[in-house]
């Protein structure tokens, strides 16, 4: 009898420290949170609600005050909620570095996308090119505002884009409502019935670093801390190097 009270109280003392963090996560990194959240928890006994969104999504959820301990961001988005006030200074830690890449549906013929002469050539010949909302996420805003104006080609694919409020822009292909998406390569890889062709050419390639950062107000400081310390270990870092976000960040 003594036992088994012992063991209830230690269970119950478990129960007692552990605290559900919530975060506020960008898509791009989906994939290595749906692996690492589920490791955390089971290693601290803490619960890890995620609440994905696009960068224009998120900024929107901060601004109004979400409930959140945890949010994950572009370093600059995380900048600019620091300078907002909607994250602790001093919290932000980096995760990972992903590109943008390029996309078809499974079996479709793989376009030249070697050179930005080439990538031209290639969304000119497609039918519809799938990206995110420019307004919403941060590789929409890179193809739409750098890509297309520096490739010459804004009107004619901007005639027959197709553009994502939220999710993967592979959606499209699968639907055969597009030919080629672009998105980070992250989540890109992360879709079933799409081929990843490769990422943008250099000169038009934009590196996202991802941070996370402590709200500030967040209620689980404690656990909120434990997770990106967690995040950030060599182990994880192999995560989300296996998931497509190993590019070179840009100095």
């Not at 080439?118 to 497609?126: E, I, T």
């Not at 027959?160 to 939220?166: D, I, V």
Request: aromatic residues 4%.
């Amino acid at each position: 009898m003594r036992a088994l009270a012992v063991a209830a109280f230690l269970v119950a003392s478990c129960a007692a420290v552990a605290d559900e963090i919530k975060v506020l996560s960008a898509g791009a990194v989906r994939v290595a949170l749906q692996e690492l959240a589920p490791a955390f928890e089971r290693a601290t006994h803490h619960g890890v609600a995620i609440t994905y969104g696009t960068a224009g999504t998120l900024r929107a959820l901060l601004a109004k005050g979400a409930s959140a301990d945890v949010v994950v961001l572009p370093a600059e988005g995380i900048g600019e909620a620091e300078e907002r006030g909607w994250v602790r200074a001093g919290t932000r830690r980096d995760l990972a570095h992903v590109g943008i890449g390029v996309a078809v549906r499974k079996g479709a013929p793989l376009p030249d996308i070697s050179t930005p002469e080439a990538l031209k050539r290639a969304l000119l010949a497609a039918s519809a090119v799938a990206y995110v909302d420019p307004t919403r996420g941060t590789s929409g805003q890179h193809v739409d505002s750098v890509v297309l104006p520096a490739l010459g080609i804004a009107n004619e694919v901007r005639t027959k884009a197709r553009l994502q409020s939220e999710g993967s822009a592979a959606e499209f292909l699968r639907r055969g409502e597009a030919d080629i998406a672009i998105q980070q390569i992250s989540e890109l890889l992360a879709e079933d019935g799409v081929t990843v062709v490769g990422p943008l050419p250099a000169p038009l390639q934009k590196i996202s670093t991802y941070s996370a950062a402590i709200t500030t107000n967040a209620l689980a400081t404690g656990a909120a801390r434990e997770l990106i310390e967690f995040l950030s270990t060599p182990a994880s870092k192999a995560v989300f190097k296996a998931k497509g976000m190993d590019a070179e960040p840009v100095p």
